[in-house]
């Protein structure tokens, strides 16, 4: 005797149920996607025997619609019905940036019930490194602007203490995003609780200037998790060209995780992750430096 389908306590089986089923007894929140599109940018030296200096960079767009008019955002938008979240991350970020084809990875889902101004909005962010100088960036759709900023990542100040067993953090962290023509900065308060094996992160905006949505709290857990995954990923080789010299390489370690290296120590966490070549640098003003490419089997199991 074949097996009967599984009725519930209605008598309904899945087909019956699913022919039945009203999918507006629930309130939809819109979705939308957000894209934190990062590069490390050389800035040009008037003395050619000092090599460039470099900085991390964020793309932003100036909103040209409300809410937000004219103040900067992240590149995104909402999910069409008829496509997944990561094709709409693409095709957004395309229609804003005109930039198409990267590597991209999902960072975080936010759902703070009052994180726009519009209506309940749900989104889904994600995060690339590129290499700037292959892309062409101009704004679209609608986009009044696209451009690049120079971020500053600075703790002020951590307060910690304990309470019975439990342990409270508190961090203040001050987000700067410039270039020649604009400046955005705010402050984010991490408070991080501690009870016993149960660590709960939350973040606030303290003050937030030029920002649009909460797409300063973004911004600040993407530098976060960034900072963790060069680490122990090959995330960072996103920003490099074929060929870079182990000095260029550590530059721009030290920009992201904000810190100064020991070249020694630098040099030996990195060996397995890198290949010398037989080629050399041949900038004038400059020593001859090896180069070396980047080894995709070093994390190989």
Known sequence: MPNQPLTDANGLNEEQFLKNYQAGSYERPSVTVDMLIFTVMEEEQN???????????LLLIQRGEHPFLGQWALPGGFV??????????RRELYSETNIDNIYMEQLYTWG??????????????YMALVDRKSLSVQAGDDAADAAWFEVSYHVLETRREVVEQDI????????????????????????????????????EIVRSMG???????????????????????DIIFNLMPPLFTL????RVYEIILGKELLAAA???????RVIETDQSTRDAG???????????EWNLF
């Open 47 to 57: 003395n050619y025997r000092k090599l460039a200096e470099k900085s991390l960079q």
């Open 80 to 89: 069409g019905i008829n496509e997944s979240v990561e094709e709409a991350a």
């Open 112 to 125: 703070d019930v009052k994180r726009d101004p519009r209506m309940r909005v749900i989104s889904c962010s």
């Open 168 to 203: 409270l953090q508190e961090t203040l962290v001050e987000i700067t995003l410039q270039n020649e023509q604009n400046k955005l900065s705010g402050v984010v308060k991490l408070t991080e609780t501690i009870q016993g094996h149960v660590r709960r992160m939350e973040r």
């Open 211 to 233: 920002f649009s949505f909460d797409h300063l709290l973004m911004i600040q857990y993407a530098i976060e998790r960034l900072r963790g995954k060069v680490e122990y990923t």
């Open 247 to 250: 000095s260029e390489l550590q």
């Open 266 to 272: 630098f040099r030996r966490k990195i060996a397995e």
């Open 286 to 296: 400059h020593r001859p430096s090896k180069l070396y490419r980047y080894n995709p």
